[in-house]
């Protein structure tokens, strides 16, 4: 009968230090897989996905915001271009607005002002914020036709791969520049 090994109090505890500390280290979206311990929803969203299941066509290209994986996915019109990047949600269900939409607005250095509802939960709120590091909508906006909804950069990167915003998809600011650039006034877009 072989002996039982025996439990080493400081080895564990520094192992469970070490471990914790390497958490906090981890983007927001490895903290989420690594605190799941059911099935791994983020894991897929970062292969390269097919646009078919999602879009009749590509034509002016297509955006697909998937909130269940935080990702937005771009194919453009000839298929030479598909780009993935990590994303913020909406942080409630009454909040979100799922469905058909497009393009219907570019704007880079975008300014912001808090929907009528905003204001009204939170009238501290500034009614304007002009364009630059305090501005939310970050670096670049794309407007949809949905009054109100955005795919917009942010200079608060801790929001990307979470539930932080009211209503708006948020991209780092380098990733909503480059979508900038390859999308276009009529690019569909899908959030779903």
């Excluded at 983007?27 to 983020?42: E, I, V």
């Excluded at 999602?54 to 030479?80: K, M, P």
């Excluded at 269900?93 to 509802?117: F, H, M, N, Y």
């Amino acid at each position: 009968m072989s002996k039982p090994s025996s439990f080493n109090r400081r080895a564990f505890i520094g192992s469970a230090v070490a471990l914790g500390a390497a958490g906090l280290a981890m983007p927001a979206l490895a903290q989420d897989a690594a605190a799941n311990t059911g099935p791994q929803h983020n894991i897929s969203s970062f292969r390269m996905q097919d646009w078919r299941p999602h879009f009749q066509n590509l034509n002016n290209g297509a955006i697909l915001c998937d909130l269940t994986s935080r990702a937005v996915h771009y194919w453009s019109e000839d298929e030479s271009t598909y780009h993935v990047y990590p994303s913020s949600i909406p942080v409630s269900t009454d909040l979100t607005r799922t469905g058909r939409t497009e393009i219907i607005k570019k704007v880079e250095g975008p300014t912001w002002a808090p929907t009528p509802s905003m204001k009204a939960s939170n009238p501290e709120w500034p009614d304007f914020v002009p364009a630059g590091p305090d501005n939310p909508l970050g670096t670049h906006a794309l407007w949809l036709s949905w009054q109100y909804y955005r795919i917009h950069g942010t200079h608060d990167t801790r929001k990307i791969g979470r539930k932080s915003s009211n209503g708006c998809i948020g991209l780092y600011n380098e990733h909503i520049a480059q979508l900038f650039g390859l999308a276009k006034v009529g690019t569909q877009v899908l959030v779903m």
